[in-house]
């Protein structure tokens, strides 16, 4: 079973424009999150989805497999659909362009598990909550499992509901990191699906999933990436690489 590494790149960004070439310690952010994918040892090659000629440009000047997709793709996985509708690749593993520093490890995790589990058409990782904030801070997006590890729902509040008020024990709850490995064949039927009503009061597109009866198989991990959402998250990123305290 081979898998393929998508990374949806899309140069309109509302808190900072133009990030995926915004320079981090002297290359492009773009430049990094591609570098570390190349490293999976379970992706057999690695494209960049552009929405913009400059940026496809950009990356081709790096040495990276690009293509031009259309701008107007309402998420990054109808991007990476397009990206792959003739690509060989069984499994298709969708990569954030804002985490430069994302773990391969981790990307491979999640094609694994599809490759151990064929009643799946989704895997994404999830991570114990460590703090309170965490907990109730709506952008951060929770999630129930089963036994199986497989995603009951996905929520923007605190699940499960602590009855007897707020938990003391925040480590039994988990959250959810936005990157999937989905099945080439059921990403391109997902894509075709409008928005679910669940979809569109929580914001949140992996409950189309849930809500056709489709499972998503829970990745459990330590990791989580630093993403770059703001100038600030910039300074942050090059500290990390120069090894300073942030």
Known sequence: MKAIGVIPARWASTRLPGK??????????LQRVWQRALQCKRLTRVLIACDEPHVLQAAREFGAEAVLTRKDHPSGSDRVAEAVCNADEDIVVNIQSDEPFIDPVLIDSLVQALEQDPSAMV???????????????????????????????????PIPFHRDGEPSDYSRYFRHLGLYAYRKNFLFEYCRWPKSFLEQEESLEQLRVIEAGQRILCVPTETVALGVDTKEDVEKAVCFLQGKDQ
Do not use: Q
């Not at 995926?20 to 952010?29: F, N, Q, S, T, W």
């Open 20 to 29: 995926v070439l915004v320079d981090i310690a002297g290359k492009p952010m």
């Open 123 to 157: 895997s994404t990782p999830v991570k114990r909550i460590s703090s309170r904030e965490d907990f109730l801070n709506p952008n951060v997006v929770k999630v129930v499992v089963d036994c199986k590890w497989r995603a009951l729902y996905f929520s923007r509040s």
